[in-house]
């Protein structure tokens, strides 16, 4: 679920008129509920599905967890969202598509920030064995804790340690 604390900081959404435009590019048609799912996933990156579904009710009313669930295959296979799934996580959604980026997640909270490729262009793309691959996106995961997690308290065990 989203951690308000986390998303705290303003983020910059495109508009409605913009939505509409990435839609129709997309040659996909504008309806409501891909107007409020691209509104949530772009409002709220790396949300997992139950926070997007979240997000849709609280801004635009009761929805369908399979119409969300549509709307995004719709969104991803447009390209217009990517879908992501770091290890022992439900599947997730950002708006940030078109570049081949990374992901660093706390293991503690859970919270995903993108990291861009350490070099060049996309020099993950470069494997230094493709075994007759043609590749075309590369996922890295970086694992650690976050700032907050870092500078929060330690938390007491059940045996009282």
């Not at 390209?79 to 439900?90: C, F, H, K, N, Y």
């Not at 980026?101 to 859970?110: I, K, Q, T």
């Amino acid at each position: 679920m989203i951690d308000s604390r986390k998303w705290a900081r303003l983020r910059t959404v495109p508009t409605d008129t913009d939505f509409e435009r990435m839609l129709r590019e997309a040659d996909l048609r504008v309806t409501r509920p891909r107007l409020a799912v691209l509104t949530a996933v772009h409002r709220y990156p790396h949300a997992d599905t139950d926070s997007i579904i979240g997000a849709v009710r609280a801004d635009f009313g009761e929805v369908s967890h399979q119409a969300v669930y549509d709307v995004l295959r719709a969104l991803s296979t447009a390209g217009l969202v990517r879908r992501i799934e770091p290890a022992g996580s439900a599947a997730r959604y950002e708006a940030r598509v078109g570049d081949n980026h990374h992901h660093v997640v706390c293991r503690s909270c859970g919270i995903i920030a993108d990291v861009d490729c350490a070099v060049g262009d996309t020099p993950c793309l470069t494997a230094s064995d493709d075994r007759g691959f043609t590749i075309d996106e590369a996922e890295v995961v970086y694992w650690g804790l976050c700032p907050e997690c870092v500078a929060a308290p330690p938390r007491a065990t059940a045996a009282g340690g």
